[in-house]
């Protein structure tokens, strides 16, 4: 069955300013695609953005800031749903899919303080906040003399954190303060060997419900292939070591040329345990890559820290 293209697209979209930006981004790129189209927001809080006072990681982590949209998907409230894919769960429910992944932003971690202008300059006992355990572990690994702070809410509120002088810095994604126009807040982009990003860090994500075809094909021009292959290979690695925020992980990938290198690593919450490890795979097998580098993680000590962190997430 062909259908035709619509002539009027509704994103569903979180209501954060980041949310809000990215949900823009995609209507501007899709109306420069097809002047004639008429796109609109339609605008939702989810759960993820209602709680606050409790570590998102023990309240259902991920999916609380996706469900609303899917749901918005399902009952033909809306067309497409644009999500940070760093914030999408490994595993779709059934019936949606990721119509296109655009082109990364910046995908590294940033240092933000107002008294220090580089991590390694933090003094004894200074405080960090993030409520991300992959940020904490590879912090409480490489700088052991840190003391690490919870902080949540959206970034407008951990920035007002910081200068209320709650930490003596924070760690954020490049991306959302790029995108937000809070660049000049970055006092230093952190390293891959500093702070390996989150699988999806910095790429934008269009879901949709798999059946619609149309969609596809009209999406197609947004998808970005080097993205999209790391990602895929991101994603794969994390799904296959049952990545949720509940487990401290890290996957990134970056295409030289149709080449992926591919870099992970799992590691306990307080930093100890720390296993890494890489491979390098061509992009039209970065699902394997992931496979290859969660395996190569698993048998070099990853098994045993996942195992521990479940004990501890079943007491
Ligand atoms: N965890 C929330 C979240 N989801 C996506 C981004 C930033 C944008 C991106 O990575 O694409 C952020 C903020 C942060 O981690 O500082």
Same mark, same amino acid.
């Given at each position: 069955?062909?259908?035709?293209?619509?002539?009027?697209?509704?994103?569903?979209?979180?209501?954060?300013?980041?949310?809000?930006?990215?949900?823009?981004?995609?209507?501007?790129?899709?109306?420069?695609?097809?002047?004639?189209?008429?796109?609109?927001?339609?605008?939702?809080?989810?759960?993820?953005?209602?709680?606050?006072?409790?570590?998102?990681?023990?309240?259902?982590?991920?999916? &609380?800031?996706?469900?609303?949209?899917?749901?918005?998907? /399902?009952?033909?409230?809306?067309?497409?749903?644009?999500?940070?894919?760093?914030?999408?769960?490994?595993?779709?429910?059934?019936?949606?899919?990721?119509?296109?992944?655009?082109?990364?932003?910046?995908?590294?971690?940033?240092?933000?303080?107002?008294?220090?202008?580089?991590? +390694?300059? &933090?003094?004894?006992?200074?405080?960090?906040?993030?409520?991300?355990?992959?940020?904490? /572990?590879?912090?409480?690994?490489?700088?052991?003399?840190?003391?690490?702070?919870?902080?949540?809410?959206?970034?407008?509120?951990?920035?007002?954190?910081?200068?209320?002088?709650?930490?003596? +810095?924070?760690?954020? #994604? +490049?991306? =959302? *303060?790029?995108?937000?126009?809070?660049?000049?807040?970055?006092?230093?982009?952190?390293?891959?060997?500093? /702070?390996?990003?989150?699988?999806?860090? =910095?790429?934008?994500?269009?879901?949709?419900?798999?059946?619609?075809?149309?969609?596809?094909?009209?999406?197609?021009?947004?998808?970005?292939?080097?993205?999209? #292959?790391?990602?895929?290979?991101?994603?794969?690695? /994390?799904?296959?070591?049952?990545?949720?925020?509940?487990?401290?992980? =890290?996957?990134?990938?970056?295409?030289?040329?149709?080449?992926?290198?591919?870099? =992970?690593?799992?590691?306990?919450?307080?930093?100890?345990?720390?296993?890494?490890?890489?491979?390098?795979?061509?992009?039209?097998?970065?699902?394997?890559?992931? &496979?290859?580098?969660?395996?190569? *993680?698993?048998?070099?000590?990853? +098994?045993?820290?996942?195992?521990?962190?479940?004990?501890?997430?079943?007491?």
């Amino acid at each position: 069955m062909t259908t035709a293209a619509p002539h009027r697209l509704v994103i569903a979209t979180r209501e954060s300013p980041l949310a809000l930006w990215q949900a823009n981004h995609v209507r501007d790129r899709l109306l420069a695609l097809y002047p004639g189209m008429t796109v609109e927001l339609l605008g939702m809080t989810t759960k993820g953005d209602q709680i606050l006072d409790r570590t998102l990681n023990k309240i259902g982590g991920k999916g &609380l800031f996706v469900k609303e949209l899917e749901t918005a998907l /399902s009952e033909g409230r809306a067309d497409l749903a644009v999500h940070s894919m760093k914030d999408v769960p490994m595993v779709l429910p059934e019936g949606f899919a990721i119509g296109a992944i655009s082109e990364r932003e910046d995908p590294f971690d940033a240092f933000v303080s107002n008294r220090y202008a580089r991590l +390694a300059d &933090l003094p004894e006992g200074a405080v960090v906040g993030t409520s991300s355990l992959r940020r904490e /572990s590879q912090l409480r690994a490489r700088f052991p003399h840190l003391t690490v702070k919870p902080l949540r809410g959206n970034l407008g509120t951990r920035l007002g954190k910081l200068d209320a002088g709650e930490f003596d +810095a924070i760690i954020l #994604a +490049a991306a =959302g *303060l790029k995108r937000l126009g809070f660049a000049d807040r970055i006092r230093e982009t952190l390293s891959a060997e500093d /702070s390996l990003p989150a699988p999806g860090q =910095g790429a934008l994500g269009i879901e949709i419900l798999a059946s619609r075809d149309d969609l596809k094909t009209l999406l197609a021009p947004l998808n970005d292939a080097a993205t999209a #292959a790391c990602v895929i290979a991101e994603r794969s690695l /994390s799904r296959r070591l049952g990545g949720s925020c509940q487990v401290p992980l =890290g996957a990134f990938a970056q295409d030289d040329e149709g080449f992926l290198r591919l870099r =992970g690593f799992v590691a306990n919450p307080d930093g100890t345990d720390i296993v890494y490890a890489e491979a390098n795979g061509s992009r039209a097998a970065a699902h394997g890559l992931g &496979l290859q580098v969660a395996d190569l *993680l698993l048998t070099e000590g990853a +098994a045993e820290v996942l195992k521990r962190l479940a004990e501890n997430a079943a007491d």
